[in-house]
T-cell receptor
Framework: AQSVSQHNHHVILSEAASLELGCNYS??????LFWYVQYPGQHLQLLLK????DPLVKGIKGFEAEFIKSKFSFNLRKPSVQWSDTAEYFC?????????????WGLGTSLAVNP | SAVISQKPSRDICQRGTSLTIQCQVD?????MFWYRQQPGQSLTLIAT?????????ESGFVIDKFPISRPNLTFSTLTVSNMSPEDSSIYLC????????????FGPGTRLTVT
């Protein structure tokens, strides 16, 4: 069965530190990859997505992620975090088979950025 | 994208009662999903709401417990029946399209507490 694992459950950083959140998935076929963010008290928002093409994708608020097919990974990065990046981050994967659009979710990473 | 609203935003219910959650979208969408997000955990897909036919439930979820309606392309309801404290959770509605746009967009969620 498909699964998504996020390696870091809780991350604490100081402002201006660099961020990398790991995400690995298990599925041998073509996949669509997503990072969602949930700021405190807000609903889930799409941060960035990968469907095809350039494996380095850029999202909102300075985030980027790199799809490495050989490693089944889609790690999220930001060179310099801000206090406002404090949030829960979820990696999600859907396969390209059919139109079901079902997402498999990681457990999430709670990021706290200290000012 | 789409603007998604959910009602109620939160509720406190007694054991053994039922609650119906509404999800309204500001434009027609192909797919609507219902998720559960328990405290400190990731999202779990309950079912896909199908317009004009019975919902498609994921393993571990049954229609008697979580009846779903989707009378048109912009509206769906999820009922949590015969509630127990284990049903305390955030219930999320999301939407997607079957072509061109692959990501899901989420509503603000309904926070349910069962006493």
């Amino acid at each position: 069965a498909q699964s998504v694992s996020q390696h870091n459950h809780h991350v604490i950083l100081s402002e201006a530190a660099s961020l990398e959140l790991g995400c690995n998935y298990s599925y041998g076929g073509t996949v669509n990859l997503f990072w969602y963010v949930q700021y405190p008290g807000q609903h889930l928002q799409l941060l960035l997505k990968y469907f095809s093409g350039d494996p380095l994708v850029k999202g909102i608020k300075g985030f980027e992620a790199e799809f490495i097919k050989s490693k089944f990974s889609f790690n999220l990065r930001k060179p310099s975090v801000q206090w406002s990046d404090t949030a829960e981050y979820f990696c999600a994967v859907s396969n390209n088979a059919g139109n079901n659009r079902k997402l498999i979710w990681g457990l999430g990473t709670s990021l706290a950025v200290n000012p | 994208s789409a603007v998604i609203s959910q009602k109620p935003s939160r509720d406190i219910c007694q054991r053994g009662t039922s609650l119906t959650i509404q999800c309204q979208v500001d434009s027609q969408v192909t797919m609507m999903f219902w998720y559960r997000q328990q405290p400190g955990q990731s999202l779990t897909l309950i079912a896909t709401a199908n317009q004009g036919s019975e919902a498609t439930y994921e393993s571990g979820f049954v229609i008697d417990k979580f009846p779903i309606s989707r009378p048109n392309l912009t509206f769906s309801t999820l009922t949590v029946s015969n509630m127990s404290p284990e049903d305390s959770s955030i219930y999320l509605c999301s939407v997607a399209w079957d072509r061109g746009i692959y990501e899901q967009y989420f509503g603000p969620g309904t926070r349910l507490t069962v006493t």
